[in-house]
């Protein structure tokens, strides 16, 4: 997690210094800390999300992106194991200015998630899930290119194992 903090925070910095641009009928990409509740585990836990996309104006973009929820350990009585999983999307993306620096936005399109279990009785469990996808969130601009983000996403129906549907993250964006 320090790993991926320090690395948010030299690349806000480097991005900081490029040259400004407009956003319109420009590319995207952004890192960001997410968390889901892990059901089996019966715990949050920080893990990472990239994603990119291209705005077609100030309001309108398409955006796809992948969250990855790495692999964690439980315990229940006798019975140990981990799950591991991750989601992808692809959507479309409508944004509104609150003011000069701070935007509303959301986002509604199309979820892939991909659930495993595996335990020490040698079981193992696979559950795939292709449905909705929305999101809503905030971005707060620093600069023309880089932008502070806050968003709550629902990849899909609720998983029966693993990582849940509901994620919440925060991160970076930098325009090209």
Known sequence: MKKLIIALVATTAAMGAAQAQSLAGKAYVGAAAATAKNQTADHHKADGKLYA???????MAVEA?????HS??????????????NSSYVAAKYTMPVN????AYGKLGLSHSERKLSTNAGGR????????YGGLGLEYKLNQNVALT????????DKSVGAKAD?????VKYGF
Do not use: M, P, Q
């Open 65 to 69: 992106g992948v969250t990855n929820f």
């Open 167 to 171: 994620v919440w993250s925060a991160g």
């Open 72 to 85: 964690t350990d439980f315990r229940r009585g006798a019975i140990a194991g981990s799950t591991e999983g």
């Open 125 to 132: 469990y696979k559950e795939d899930d292709t449905g909705a």
């Open 53 to 59: 996309g291209y705005n077609f104006d100030e309001k």
């Open 100 to 103: 000069e620096k701070l935007s």
């Open 150 to 157: 806050a968003e709550y996403e629902r990849y899909g129906k």
